[in-house]
């Protein structure tokens, strides 16, 4: 069982990683895991590149996304699941969706609610955009 496992720091994110954990067992080998985060792009302005270069902004996508990976590592670590841990730019939804398909994953395990400003009302605009995109089976942890 592959399993995309997408996560941003919240704490939605982190207890889909602590579902995954739980139910590790259900299956006959401990599953794979793609950790995924995503950041979207940074807003491509007239002549930022004078002021701010390519590698000033991939080094920000690596810290960004390095902090929303960390202490799903750790989880998964101390639960001894294999997982790949991948950093991507782009709209969240397709790319959690493209990455998955890409990667022959056979579910997506997303929280239903992300950094957002109305993070605790309705369910996210992500998870539902995942919901009604992926091919694939998509569990929501709330």
Same mark, same amino acid.
């Given at each position: 069982?592959?399993?995309?496992?997408?996560?941003?720091?919240? *704490?939605?994110? %982190? !207890?889909?990683?602590?579902?995954?954990?739980?139910? $590790?067992?259900?299956?006959?080998? &401990?599953?794979?895991? /793609?950790?995924?985060?995503?950041?979207?792009?940074?807003?491509?302005?007239?002549?930022?590149?004078?002021?701010?270069? *390519?590698?000033? %902004? !991939?080094?920000?996508?690596a810290?960004e996304?390095e $902090?929303?990976?960390?202490?799903? &590592?750790?989880?998964? /670590?101390?639960?001894g699941?294999?997982?790949?841990?991948?950093?991507l730019?782009?709209?969240?939804?397709?790319?959690?969706?493209?990455?998955?398909?890409?990667?022959?994953?056979?579910?997506?395990?997303?929280?239903?609610?992300?950094?957002?400003?109305?993070?605790?009302?309705?369910?996210?605009?992500?998870?539902?955009?995942?919901?009604?995109?992926?091919?694939?089976?998509?569990?929501?942890?709330?």
């Amino acid at each position: 069982m592959k399993i995309l496992l997408a996560v941003d720091g919240s *704490k939605y994110s %982190i !207890d889909a990683v602590d579902s995954v954990i739980r139910h $590790a067992d259900w299956y006959r080998e &401990k599953p794979e895991v /793609e950790l995924v985060t995503v950041h979207l792009p940074v807003p491509k302005l007239h002549n930022m590149h004078l002021v701010i270069g *390519k590698n000033q %902004i !991939d080094e920000y996508y690596a810290e960004e996304g390095e $902090a929303a990976l960390v202490l799903a &590592k750790k989880k998964l /670590e101390a639960a001894g699941i294999k997982y790949r841990p991948s950093i991507l730019v782009g709209q969240i939804a397709e790319t959690l969706v493209d990455h998955a398909a890409k990667t022959a994953c056979d579910v997506m395990v997303i929280g239903t609610h992300g950094h957002g400003a109305t993070a605790g009302l309705l369910m996210g605009s992500v998870a539902t955009k995942v919901v009604h995109i992926a091919k694939l089976p998509v569990l929501l942890v709330k």
